[in-house]
């Protein structure tokens, strides 16, 4: 695979001069036109160590706009990246649509570096390999570019360059040892390349002996993959299409749900639901701090109709925990910043540090509910979501994350009771809103929505929990007693 970049190829200084200007200015003109057409850029430098990419990433900053470009230099972690997922620093550093990310160093330095120096095994490999492949996919079908470069010197070079910098005392304890682990890294990167060459995500070997022959090379791959870009974009353009409303397929042949399935008919008894509710608040919190020494995070979602008590659970459930450990987040649509990312990007940047607890009223399947039936999303958009959702909540519960995710289920006639109480009670009033009424008018489409969503996204790592939720008391019992068996669970521990 390394051999075409071991060519001994170069660039004398006069064509560099002369191939140079033209490069920069087309690159400056389609960094505008990537700009103007929101499409965010990703160029990721990777290569054998000591091959010059901290050089590279120096030209492009003079080459480009530097408003429109940010440069992520991925190397030690910090103590709040090793604290959470490996994605979660990837996806703080994305680039905003219309601009320019330079990531030196990426998603495949860690997994390539374990492997090259057998502290993963082969399967731990691939499964990380398998993780790139999701990520790339997932953020150029949200319409980013991916350019990927991998810089290749020899070993003899690599040792040439050692030398050289021992001999200037600039030698860094890195560089010396990759050196040893030359051939070793070329068998583990190869392996790496060729699992994640794909074709909307090419892999470009570069030679970089020679350092005015690696930068043209650079400027003319990413003219030519920038170039393309916007004439795909132009001649799509035209095929778009307005977004439908979507009822979704997924029911049984007499059009029933896997809501259908809940019994709403249950009671709770009034005298002995407070005796009850403060038993499971008390295991709660002492579960909660339990957690909090093993550094042990939870994340819990909470979905559910208008009026199924997602606020009234929270209430009941964070009244358990201690507040210090606690965090609430209320999803609403999401704003400028946000907008102009992936909509996962807004969730991995909450995610809560070891040992505490994000709760999330409402959540990233908003992807597979509102915007599906509100008609806000393409059909094409929300059905990737599924498996989007499904890999991140994969990479969450990988990391050691508990999470429980709820679904609360009344029936038409008790949400119809709920809202009109709601307009009665004068303390009431603002939780009822014209559009609550409006999306009653969509309930059909939301139970095909929630049927759906249970299918496709309910897996052994992160199941659905339906509650029946007509009786607010068996609801909280029921939810508090969910969370506080996984963390029992989770902890190896009995109530």
Known sequence: MFETAELGRTVSKDDFDAQEPQLHAQLLSL??????????????????????????????????DSRGV???????????????????????????????????????????????????????????????????????????????????????????????????????????SFAKQYQRFITVSERAIRHTDLAIAPWHIIEATDERYQHISVAKILVDAMTRCCENIEQSAPKKKAVAKQLGDGVDGNGKTILDSLDLTSRMDRDAYEPELQELQHRLRRLTWQAKKEKRDTVLVFEGWDAAGKGGNIRRLVAGIDARLVRVISVAAPNDEEKSHHYLWRFWRQLPRPGYVTVYDRSWYGRVLVERVEGLTPRRDWERAYQEINDFEEQLTEHGIVLKKFWLHISPEEQLRRFKEREEV??????????????????????????????????????????????????????????????????????
Not at 123 to 150: C, P, S, T, Y
Request: with cysteine.
């Open 70 to 176: 940010r440069t992520n230099a991925f190397w030690e972690l910090s103590d709040e990246e090793r604290e959470r997922p490996r994605y979660w620093r990837f996806w703080r550093a994305l680039p905003e649509r219309g601009s320019i990310g330079l990531m030196l160093g990426s998603w495949y330095t860690e997994p390539i570096v374990e492997h090259a120096f057998e502290r993963s095994d082969i399967d731990k490999f691939e499964h990380e390999l398998r993780h790139i492949v999701e990520f790339e996919q997932l953020l150029i079908d949200d319409g980013a570019l991916i350019i990927k470069l991998w810089f290749h010197i020899t070993k003899e070079e690599q040792d040439r360059r050692v030398d050289q910098d021992i001999e200037a005392n600039i030698a860094s304890p890195q560089l010396s």
């Open 426 to 495: 004068d303390w009431k009033n603002y939780k009822i809103t014209d559009e609550d009424w409006r999306n009653r008018e969509q309930w059909e489409g939301y139970e095909h929505a929630v049927h759906d969503m249970v299918s496709r996204t309910s897996t052994a790592n992160a199941p659905w929990t339906l509650v029946p939720a007509n009786d607010k008391k068996a609801a909280r019992l029921m939810v508090i007693r969910s969370v506080c068996e996984a963390l029992e669970d989770a902890l190896e521990q009995t109530p």
């Open 31 to 64: 960094q505008r036109q990537l700009r103007d057409l929101q499409v965010p850029v990703v160029i990721v430098i990777s290569g054998v160590e000591g091959a010059g990419k901290g050089g590279v990433v120096n030209r492009l900053n003079t080459w480009f």
